[in-house]
């Protein structure tokens, strides 16, 4: 697949102006092509035309996603001028259809079905025998429940907060301005004083965070941790390594971290495992589940001009034994918490009109670590 396989010209150029953000321009999510539990696509629901963004602007606006003779939904790539078979989730998760997947029930269910899906998910899962839940619905240990209630509204994770290869973070993020160095203006392009130069402490290729995107829907987070110092002319430093501020007042431990789609999907998703504690008797790996819920865990760690610490990869301070204090990341176990307040702030901002972007609340990590798991797939 190339990019234009997926967005429009539309997307990239703006209809007939550009947006302030470009997050409010896409118009094309995983849902577009692929649909959901619960809600079959048809081709004409698809917003996507081979005219909108193929290669050579030629005229022909047949629909990029169409049904083929067999009534098998197809894909026109518009790189090799293809027909590619595409998966229809709603189909894939149907007990009653040839293509049924348990897997993809439980994962696409639990996680992105609308609520009629999961209503009907969990009557199913409710008139199972107890003993074989493990087996009809993977993932669930023998004897498991399901909340009683899922089917009052609609699931809200991204489909690629699962389905990612990889994931990267930036950890210690450092900016440098250097009085003592001439450097051209990039507006004026004139030359002055003030050098810029930046570079980063840690950059990790899977350290998975989450956290609600512009949509509201619960999304890998990327971390933008930056520090700042400036130089004077003579060499004093006017500012030593102290974390940037958003708008409204948080640093955090200088971690603005921002939704992303990391653009590395593959068809076989995470393992439950990755982000609910286990249920069978294998030991969790708690810094992931921590990192996950953003509470930090103590592995990337930085000490600022002014001699404060500041743990990296922590989103939210969370108090989980009940005593109204703030826990230590780093030598406390997860439990059930008590309350969770946010250390970090986002850049982007809600195309919904709902809440902004930024780290899971209460409820979020509550389900998230409530909800006990075996792996989908045999080790």
């Not at 987070?221 to 110092?229: A, H, R």
């Not at 948080?250 to 495992?273: I, K, L, M, W, Y």
Request: glycine fraction near 10%.
């Amino acid at each position: 697949m190339g990019c234009i396989d997926c967005h429009t010209q539309a997307e990239l150029h703006g209809p007939d102006h550009m947006a302030v953000r470009r997050e409010f321009e896409t118009r094309i999510h995983c849902q577009s092509c692929h649909g959901t539990p619960g809600q079959a696509l048809q081709p004409s629901d698809i917003p996507i035309q081979v005219a909108l963004s193929r290669v050579g602007g030629t005229a022909d606006d047949r629909p990029a996603v169409s049904r083929s003779s067999d009534g098998t939904m197809v894909q026109y790539g518009k790189l090799d001028r293809k027909d590619h078979p595409l998966t229809e989730i709603a189909e894939r998760v149907d007990p009653t259809a040839v293509k049924f997947n348990p897997r993809t029930q439980m994962g696409c269910g639990l996680h992105s079905g609308s609520a009629a899906f999961r209503a009907a998910l969990l009557a199913r899962f409710n008139a199972a025998d107890p003993q074989q839940v493990d087996q009809l619905f993977p993932g669930m240990p023998k004897g498991s429940t399901l909340p009683s209630d899922l089917g009052d509204r609609d699931g809200r994770v991204e489909c690629f907060a699962c389905h990612n290869t990889w994931t990267v973070n930036c950890y210690g993020c450092h900016v440098e301005r250097d009085d003592r160095v001439m450097a051209r203006n990039q507006v004026t392009g004139a030359m002055q004083p003030g050098k810029i130069s930046n570079y980063a402490m840690s950059v990790v290729a899977d350290s998975l965070a989450l956290g609600y995107n512009t949509r509201g829907r619960i999304s890998p987070m990327v971390g933008t941790s930056i520090f700042f110092t400036h130089i004077g002319a003579n060499g004093e430093k006017l500012v030593d390594a102290q974390p940037l501020r958003t708008t409204d007042g948080f640093s955090g431990d200088a971690n603005e971290h921002n939704p992303v789609h990391h653009h590395t999907v593959r068809r076989q998703p995470r393992d439950c495992p990755g982000c609910h504690p286990r249920a069978d008797g294998v030991p969790d790996d708690e810094n992931a589940l921590k990192r996950v819920i953003g509470f930090g865990t103590g592995q990337y760690v930085f000490l600022d001009g002014s001699g404060r610490r500041h743990l990296l990869d922590a989103l939210v301070a969370i108090d989980f034994d009940g005593d109204g204090v703030v826990d230590d990341p780093e030598t406390t176990p997860l439990g059930t918490p008590f309350f969770v307040a946010p250390l970090a702030a986002s850049t982007h901002l809600s195309v919904t009109g709902g809440p902004g972007p930024g780290p899971l609340d209460l409820e979020a990590i509550k389900r998230l670590l409530g909800n006990f798991v075996v792996p989908q797939r045999p080790n």
